[in-house]
Every structure is written in structure tokens, then in C-alpha cells.
């Protein structure tokens, strides 16, 4: 790190103390803030057009010098995006040797690497600490993270966040919500880190046969509608905090107060931008990370509908806030089966007779839980029975990891079988559409 943003950087975001982190949130004046992420922007610009092929190929080919790029704006229509990381070789991107990677989950296509250091990782685990804190964890309570694990990077920043907190923890991977609430009061867990459809699946369990004393529940890597959030919160009589993170960004990115008014920004270690907002401010979300070394991200296009909120929260802290996701600029849809994307069911249906070449799938909230409908054509009078079954069949062996999720109870399966020529209708439909109410 280089002069002023080097000796603030390192009283802010190094130091060993988690309530000073947050101090610095609340107290640092929004033009420091801004000082320290120019300083940074311009840093890790040289940075890597020094070190990363990808970022220098980039530069030539929009004619630009890196030495004299100050802003964001500066880069023009220079962005980096999923598809350069899924399509190129990792070593395009490394600027140094790694100690780590991370994948995205994969069921929207191959999925995305990412590497880190142990120190990089231990950023993402200091900020999220800070927002737990923040939230009222504390020492001696008692954390469970049901979040998955093995390639997936959020189970391990949740647990390196607990132990800088010195707090309990359980880095449980992702059990079925029967084991884990099985386990609840043995282990006295307080509180509960998961995604928003597992959670609903632990709550249902827990609204029939009782619940434990928990004093907040923390839900992220999935979307939380208002009713989700409400059940869930109605039942254990805990607030539900929601996070927003990815493995680009190593974890979390941001995470909500006690007040709900969006996520908190980890403006320390990122550089947030909106391109092409509407009158409302909406936009697609782009991530340039600040202090990462090995695999720096330079304006990163993350696909997300968002907007950011400049306004100071009632909590203190004066970092900007992201608003609610509305939605994806591609065609994934964030359920309770994990990253559903078009591909995933032309695989599923490819080999199956008696269904028409047009379909379309559904993602519907029925009560409490996610729906994954089928919409298809029937062809040559095949038994509806049997094309349930086959798509069951080709679900379990082609996604195991989707119907996992269907086995714990995070989501169900429906079908609705129409006439040949229903779908051709007017305008070709949209393969998949996210049907549920925010």
C-alpha cells in the first residue's frame, strides 16, 4: 500500500480489533472514504496492469495508459466479466501464486475459480465479523453456519469471522435441517448462519416440534422474499439479518443493521459502481476489489439489479448501502435448487419422448417454499406419469446437487402439461422466469 491510503488502510482495515473497524464505519467523513478508494482504485490499476495478462490485454485494446487513469469512468467501456473468467485460463488473471480457490456453485454452466491468499480471506472474515458484532453476536454465544462447504467460500469466511469474534462455532457444511435440528439443543446454538430456503425448511421443523432460544438468524446465497423473512422471524421470534456477498467478491460483500435499510458496503476493501441506471437509479452492480493481490477484479460486472443508497443509515455508519437485489441482467434465478439457469434444463429434458421442443419453467413461491414448475407440451398421448418421472430421473443423476436440495425440502417440483401449440403462442416464451412476489 502507497502514502495515505497505506496508513489509513492499516489503521482501518488490518487492525486487530473488530469495535474498531466499526468505529472507523461511523466516525471516518464520507470525503476520507472517498480519498481512500481513489487512492486505491488508482493503485490497484498500476497493479495489475503490471502483473495480470488479462487486465494489460485489456488496456491495449482500448488504447489506454494505465499510468494516468485516476477513476472508474476513466476505463470507458472496460469491464471485466463472468465469462472472461469462465473462458479464459486462470493464469490470465493470477498476479501472484495462490493459496486458496473458490468455485461458484456451477449449475448455471462451468463454474467460476477464484483464488485468494490466507490473508485476503482473512479481510473478508474481519468485515464480516464487524457486521456480526455489529448485529450483537458476542462472546459466548453460540454459532452454527449451515452454509455449504467444500469449494464454496462463505461456510469458510463464517467461520474465520467466529474465531475473530472468539465465539462458538459449528461450520456445520450444509446438513439436512432435521440433523441439524437434532443437534440444536445439545449444542445451544444462538445463532444461525444459512441460506433463506434452508432456513425455511429448519423453521418448518421447528414451528411443529418447538423451537430453541435464538437470538438472530443471518441468511444470505439466496433470495429472502418478505413472507420468507417474516415466517422465519415469526417463528423463532429472532431478527433475520440478510448478507450479500459472492465468491468474486470472496465472501461477503456487504450485510444489513438492525434497521433493514439495505446492506452495509465493505467500502474499505471494494469500489462499487451502478452502469446503465434507470430514473430510479437502478442498475447493474459493478465490483473492482481494492486490496486483493493475487486475483484483483477491475470492474467486474456482477449481473445484479441493485442501486446504491448514499444517505447516512439511523445506525451510524456512513458507508454506502446497497439496496435490495431486484433481479439478474442474465437469465438466472436464485431459488431454493441453487443458481437456475436455462442450460441446466435443456440437459434435464434433451432425451426425454413425448414432450414438444417448446417449454418453459417456472419459479413460483407456493406458501413458504419455492416451486420449480415445468410447463410442457405433450406429444404422441405419452402418460404425464412418465415424463415426471423421467425429468425426476435425469434431475438426480445429471444436477445431484439440485436434487439435494429437493431432498432436504428447500424446494418442490410441479408440472404443467399443455397442448401442442399452447407455448408457440404469440411471442416465443422465455424459458425461465422467476414468478415470486418480493
Same mark, same amino acid.
Given at each position: 500500500?502507497?502514502?495515505?491510503?497505506?496508513?489509513? &488502510?492499516?489503521?482501518?482495515?488490518?487492525?486487530?480489533?473488530?469495535?474498531?473497524?466499526?468505529?472507523?464505519?461511523?466516525?471516518?467523513?464520507?470525503?476520507?472514504?472517498?480519498?481512500?478508494?481513489?487512492?486505491?482504485?488508482?493503485?490497484?490499476?498500476?497493479?495489475?496492469?503490471?502483473?495480470?495478462?488479462?487486465?494489460?490485454?485489456?488496456?491495449?485494446?482500448?488504447?489506454?495508459?494505465?499510468?494516468?487513469?485516476?477513476?472508474?469512468?476513466?476505463?470507458?467501456?472496460? &469491464?471485466?466479466?463472468?465469462?472472461?473468467?469462465?473462458?479464459?485460463?486462470?493464469?490470465?488473471?493470477?498476479?501472484?501464486?495462490?493459496?486458496?480457490? &473458490?468455485?461458484?456453485?456451477?449449475?448455471?454452466?462451468?463454474?467460476?475459480?477464484?483464488?485468494?491468499?490466507?490473508?485476503?480471506?482473512? +479481510?473478508?472474515?474481519?468485515?464480516?465479523?464487524?457486521?456480526?458484532?455489529?448485529?450483537?453476536?458476542?462472546?459466548?454465544?453460540?454459532?452454527?453456519?449451515?452454509?455449504?462447504?467444500?469449494?464454496?467460500?462463505?461456510?469458510?469466511?463464517?467461520?474465520?469471522?467466529?474465531?475473530?469474534?472468539?465465539?462458538?462455532?459449528?461450520?456445520?457444511?450444509?446438513?439436512?435441517?432435521?440433523?441439524?435440528?437434532?443437534?440444536?439443543?445439545?449444542?445451544?446454538?444462538?445463532?444461525?448462519?444459512?441460506?433463506?430456503?434452508?432456513?425455511?425448511?429448519?423453521?418448518?421443523?421447528?414451528?411443529?416440534?418447538?423451537?430453541?432460544?435464538?437470538?438472530?438468524?443471518?441468511?444470505?446465497?439466496?433470495?429472502?422474499?418478505?413472507?420468507?423473512?417474516?415466517?422465519? +422471524?415469526?417463528?423463532?421470534?429472532?431478527?433475520?439479518?440478510?448478507?450479500?456477498?459472492?465468491?468474486?467478491?470472496?465472501?461477503?460483500?456487504?450485510?444489513?443493521?438492525?434497521?433493514?435499510?439495505?446492506?452495509?458496503?465493505?467500502?474499505?476493501?471494494?469500489?462499487?459502481?451502478?452502469?446503465?441506471?434507470?430514473?430510479?437509479?437502478?442498475?447493474?452492480?459493478?465490483?473492482?476489489?481494492?486490496?486483493?493481490?493475487?486475483?484483483?477484479?477491475?470492474?467486474?460486472?456482477?449481473?445484479?439489479?441493485?442501486?446504491?443508497?448514499?444517505?447516512?443509515?439511523?445506525?451510524?455508519?456512513?458507508?454506502?448501502?446497497?439496496?435490495?437485489?431486484?433481479?439478474?441482467?442474465?437469465?438466472?434465478?436464485?431459488?431454493?435448487?441453487?443458481?437456475?439457469?436455462?442450460?441446466?434444463?435443456?440437459?434435464?429434458?434433451?432425451?426425454?419422448?413425448?414432450?414438444?421442443?417448446?417449454?418453459?419453467?417456472?419459479?413460483?413461491?407456493?406458501?413458504?417454499?419455492?416451486?420449480?414448475?415445468?410447463?410442457?407440451?405433450?406429444?404422441?398421448?405419452?402418460?404425464?406419469?412418465?415424463?415426471?418421472?423421467?425429468?425426476?430421473?435425469?434431475?438426480?443423476?445429471?444436477?445431484?446437487?439440485?436434487?439435494?436440495?429437493?431432498?432436504?425440502?428447500?424446494?418442490?417440483?410441479?408440472? +404443467?402439461?399443455?397442448?401442442?401449440?399452447?407455448?408457440?403462442?404469440?411471442?416465443?416464451?422465455?424459458?425461465?422466469?422467476?414468478?415470486?412476489?418480493?
Amino acid at each position: 500500500m502507497l502514502g495515505n491510503f497505506r496508513k489509513l &488502510f492499516e489503521r482501518a482495515v488490518v487492525g486487530d480489533s473488530v469495535p474498531s473497524l466499526i468505529k472507523w464505519g461511523k466516525t471516518l467523513p464520507r470525503s476520507a472514504v472517498r480519498r481512500l478508494q481513489q487512492d486505491a482504485f488508482r493503485e490497484t490499476v498500476r497493479y495489475a496492469a503490471k502483473h495480470q495478462t488479462f487486465f494489460k490485454t485489456k488496456l491495449k485494446e482500448h488504447g489506454l495508459d494505465a499510468s494516468i487513469i485516476r477513476n472508474p469512468e476513466d476505463l470507458g467501456e472496460l &469491464f471485466t466479466t463472468p465469462d472472461d473468467l469462465i473462458g479464459r485460463p486462470a493464469e490470465d488473471f493470477l498476479c501472484r501464486s495462490p493459496q486458496l480457490v &473458490f468455485e461458484t456453485t456451477g449449475t448455471s454452466g462451468p463454474p467460476k475459480r477464484v483464488y485468494f491468499t490466507y490473508d485476503e480471506i482473512e +479481510q473478508s472474515a474481519r468485515h464480516e465479523a464487524a457486521g456480526l458484532w455489529e448485529n450483537g453476536v458476542r462472546p459466548g454465544d453460540r454459532v452454527v453456519c449451515a452454509f455449504d462447504a467444500g469449494y464454496w467460500v462463505s461456510s469458510w469466511v463464517t467461520f474465520f469471522a467466529c474465531q475473530h469474534l472468539g465465539v462458538f462455532c459449528s461450520a456445520a457444511g450444509k446438513p439436512h435441517p432435521r440433523e441439524l435440528y437434532a443437534r440444536m439443543g445439545a449444542y445451544q446454538y444462538n445463532v444461525i448462519i444459512a441460506d433463506p430456503t434452508w432456513l425455511v425448511s429448519l423453521t418448518e421443523i421447528a414451528g411443529k416440534e418447538g423451537i430453541f432460544p435464538v437470538k438472530l438468524i443471518v441468511a444470505a446465497g439466496d433470495r429472502m422474499t418478505d413472507p420468507y423473512r417474516k415466517y422465519v +422471524q415469526g417463528v423463532w421470534n429472532a431478527p433475520v439479518i440478510l448478507g450479500y456477498g459472492s465468491t468474486e467478491a470472496g465472501g461477503g460483500l456487504g450485510m444489513e443493521c438492525r434497521m433493514g435499510r439495505g446492506y452495509h458496503v465493505d467500502e474499505f476493501n471494494f469500489l462499487l459502481e451502478i452502469v446503465e441506471p434507470d430514473r430510479d437509479g437502478y442498475g447493474e452492480l459493478v465490483i473492482t476489489t481494492l486490496t486483493r493481490r493475487t486475483e484483483p477484479l477491475i470492474r467486474y460486472r456482477a449481473r445484479d439489479i441493485t442501486r446504491l443508497l448514499d444517505s447516512r443509515c439511523p445506525c451510524g455508519i456512513g458507508l454506502r448501502r446497497l439496496d435490495a437485489i431486484r433481479g439478474r441482467r442474465d437469465e438466472m434465478v436464485v431459488m431454493g435448487a441453487g443458481n437456475m439457469h436455462p442450460a441446466i434444463f435443456e440437459r434435464v429434458l434433451q432425451d426425454i419422448p413425448g414432450i414438444g421442443d417448446l417449454w418453459q419453467v417456472a419459479v413460483r413461491q407456493e406458501g413458504l417454499r419455492d416451486v420449480l414448475e415445468f410447463r410442457l407440451e405433450l406429444t404422441n398421448g405419452i402418460d404425464p406419469g412418465r415424463v415426471e418421472e423421467n425429468v425426476a430421473r435425469n434431475i438426480q443423476s445429471r444436477y445431484p446437487e439440485v436434487w439435494a436440495n429437493q431432498a432436504c425440502g428447500m424446494y418442490r417440483l410441479a408440472f +404443467q402439461f399443455l397442448p401442442e401449440g399452447t407455448l408457440a403462442r404469440g411471442r416465443k416464451p422465455k424459458r425461465l422466469v422467476d414468478e415470486r412476489t418480493t
